[in-house]
């Protein structure tokens, strides 16, 4: 299904191109890397460098000498159509630089999982991957329990946490009312009465880092997005021993260990916020949970 929507370099013609590559690289032509019951896509979006500044500088030359040769006005529509040629005759001079989205798929969990944290990005990969398959019933995560309003408690004391989970270093506060009133507290003692005193000034937690069973750290949003993903128990890596293993070896070997964790870590997380949300029901509060 993918094969009908794999990735191409642009043209001259094309400010853009968007497609599926194989998530192995090198010589590899497998679109899709299967292990352990999991799936992993990865799709590359390649653009061409054209800044808007440069367009405008191009455009006011044109219309000057337009201006002056017509001893006139040059207005709306003549505009637009000067722009578009000015585009066009640039597009095939402008450096190109490229992207990548990958898409780890867990059946068994019934989470697809993108990584990127730009909601335009998400679409743009969601809608590459439904075009291919023709159809693809997903939604975003939601939870009985709101994030937001989880969070809090656990900042302020009034629910803790479970045993298998402690707060990080790092949260972002907002006041409910004001999208610009915003505390960003980083390599922080989030119990300190300090930062305690911040959630009880009517600021709600909208972000906060958490740890799960001292085996990977996390930032965790309101909207059920994780990042700054770093996996705990493993030992930093020169080099020296996988460097005369097999690249590919070595990248499955990897893929299959970090798939493991997550197929634990997000239906764990899901279920400290009360399960998947029931279609139509309203957010249980903290309270209601306990």
């Not at 999991?38 to 054209?50: D, N, P, Q, S, Y």
Request: overall charge negative; aromatic content about 6%.
């Amino acid at each position: 299904m993918l094969q009908e929507h794999t990735f191409s370099h642009v043209n001259n013609r094309q400010l853009h191109s968007y497609g599926w590559v194989p998530p192995l690289g090198g010589d590899s032509e497998q679109l899709v890397h299967t292990s352990s019951g999991f799936l992993l896509l990865k799709a590359r979006r390649e653009e061409r460098i054209l800044p808007s500044s440069v367009i405008a500088e191009h455009m006011a030359e044109r219309i000057q000498q337009l201006e002056e040769k017509l001893d006139r006005k040059i207005r709306g529509k003549e505009k637009l159509d000067i722009r578009d040629n000015v585009v066009m005759e640039l597009t095939p001079q402008a450096f190109t630089k490229s992207t990548y989205e990958q898409i780890l798929i867990m059946p068994q969990q019934n989470l697809l999982v993108v990584d990127n944290t730009s909601d335009k990005k998400i679409d743009q990969c969601t809608t590459l991957l439904r075009e291919a398959m023709g159809n693809l019933p997903i939604a975003p995560i939601a939870t009985e329990i709101g994030q937001s309003a989880l969070f809090t408690r656990w900042l302020k004391g009034t629910r803790k946490l479970p045993k298998d989970f402690q707060m990080g270093d790092e949260c972002v506060l907002q006041d409910e009312d004001n999208v610009a009133g915003t505390v960003k507290c980083n390599k922080q003692d989030l119990t300190s009465d300090e930062i305690r005193a911040l959630s009880t000034s009517g600021k709600q937690v909208i972000k906060m880092a958490l740890e799960s069973n001292e085996t990977v750290s996390f930032l965790l949003d309101e909207a059920f997005g994780f990042s700054k993903i770093k996996f705990l128990d493993t030992a930093p890596d020169d080099g020296s021993d996988t460097a005369d293993l097999d690249p590919r070896a070595v990248f499955d070997g990897n893929f299959t260990l970090m798939a493991l964790e997550f197929a634990t870590l997000f239906p764990r997380v899901i279920e400290l916020f009360g399960g998947l949300k029931e279609e139509g029901s309203e957010n249980t509060s903290p309270e209601d949970a306990e």
